[in-house]
């Protein structure tokens, strides 16, 4: 089934596929009542939201077989025009490799966890040759790389925040980012990102050293918890 809780992001209608929901005909009429549902005559961009259920999330049961299913309904919606644009979410390169080998449309995004600290390098690289766009959710690490003393002490030197130092460095690796705001003064600030980051600083953020925790986010399965 459809996750309802779809995004917004700039006017773009964002819904995803369940993670749990890994059969054709399960997708496709999950695909028409989401659009009745939101009163829409079509999905600006639909996702897979994970190659697994969450319950196996990263586990040894890939799902590869099922996943082709939900991309040849996502596809058939595409070519039917309830979906401009389709693509992928928390895939690896495999997974992404495994839709490779049979689709008719090739992935057109990967949403994915990228910021410094945790920037999965060879995945963004991969993505980027195969021209999949690489969309950065949670590009500051739900706020817990805020607090780290080297990015305090750089953002001060660049004359910005610590979060507009982290968006600046996903949009310089060439990533789309999803930054998640309420606040009027921080969606300001998320958008006056006029500055650039030198080579040898953006060479340094690459090395910052991997985060240990997600803080109250850690019982979620993207940033390494499991679901019981």
Known sequence: ?????????????MPKVG????????????????????????????LIHSPQPWKEFREENRYFEENKEVWRAMEDAYKEGKVKAIGLCN???????????SCEIKPMVNQ?????????FELIEFCQK????????????HGEVLQHPRLQAMAEHYGVSVAQLCLRYDLQLGLSVIPKSTDRTH???NTALDFEINEADMEALKQVE????YGKDSIYPVFGGKIK
């Not at 809780?5 to 773009?12: E, R, T």
């Not at 895939?91 to 080998?101: R, T």
């Not at 991997?210 to 925790?213: L, T």
């Open 19 to 46: 993670a749990e929901s890994k059969k054709y005909d399960g997708v496709v009429r999950s695909i028409d009542r989401s659009l009745k549902k939101m009163n829409l005559d079509y999905i600006d961009l639909l």
């Open 210 to 213: 991997k985060i240990e925790s």
């Open 112 to 120: 994915i966890l990228a910021h410094i600290s945790n920037t999965p």
């Open 1 to 13: 089934m459809f996750n309802e809780k779809y995004k917004l992001l700039n006017g773009v209608h």
């Open 187 to 189: 969606m300001e600030e």
């Open 130 to 141: 195969h021209d999949i766009l690489v969309e950065a959710y949670s590009p500051i690490g």
């Open 91 to 101: 895939f690896l390169q495999d997974d992404i490799e495994n839709l490779l080998e």
